[in-house]
């Protein structure tokens, strides 16, 4: 408890209080980011933060920010036809959430500035601004600015596709069993998880040298194909606790063709893992 005193001296900064006293060096102000001229009036067009705190936090799990290709490190924002798409993948999963949104933009975020955004907890509106190297966002009495990062995003909307085949699935009981199944994966060498579908039954599996694990998951009704489709079991389980609804849509084609897991306002896409035919 007590007074803080703060002094600036070429080039630091001084902070003293009590018994303590800390010296830290500053930076220059021309480094920090500065709004360039603003595409759109932060005033006209808003959303509600919880409800974009919460799609933004969905679509986390899809993103690597150490993979190759430096566009796919952040976070795709696209307000267009009255949607704002959030979205993220690292190439081999695309994570898709949408808001009603009445704006026109496209950027691509740092993961670092998603999980920031996501730190805060406000009831207030969210309101975007944006330049060719900058975005900025306020909320309340709070305002991040922002570097947008360079490069192409993929289509994310062309990689899902349509297929006939959906099975209605209760999310928790496939998530523990998915759960289980990595569990008996003792030799941590990430084996594909095997969800064979016949029937009204969905059997995941999982096999390895020291290790082997079935479960058989009864189903609302029969599927149309009976078909195996091969899976990284970790992509699987993020993608499902991602989804805050019960009930899931999870549409196959066949074991060479990404599987979509659709619920409410969300998507993912995951492509799947060829196993060589015994």
Known sequence: DGMIKIEFDKGHVNISGGKIKSRYQTSKTEEYVQMESKVESDERFDVSFGDFKRELQSVFHAVNDKTLKQS????????????????????YRVAWSTLSYGGVF?????????????????????????DNKNIKFKIGGYEIYSRVMDGDYIDYSKVFKSYENAVDIDKSTLIESVNRALIADIMSAR?????HFEGRTLTISLSQMLSEYEEKIKLKENVHVDETIALNGRFLFEALRS??????????????????????????????VLVPEK
């Open 72 to 91: 796919l490190r952040g976070v795709l924002l696209e307000a267009k036809d009255s949607v704002l798409n959030i979205v993220g993948s690292d190439g």
């Open 243 to 272: 989804f805050g609804e019960e009930n899931i849509l999870f549409h196959y084609k066949s074991p060479k063709m990404p599987v979509i897991i659709e619920s409410g306002s969300r998507k993912e896409c995951i492509l799947p």
């Open 191 to 195: 084996s594909p998880i095997i969800c």
């Open 106 to 130: 496209k950027v691509i975020i740092p993961k670092i500035t998603a999980k920031v955004l996501a730190t805060l907890d406000t009831a207030e509106k969210i309101y975007f601004s944006w």
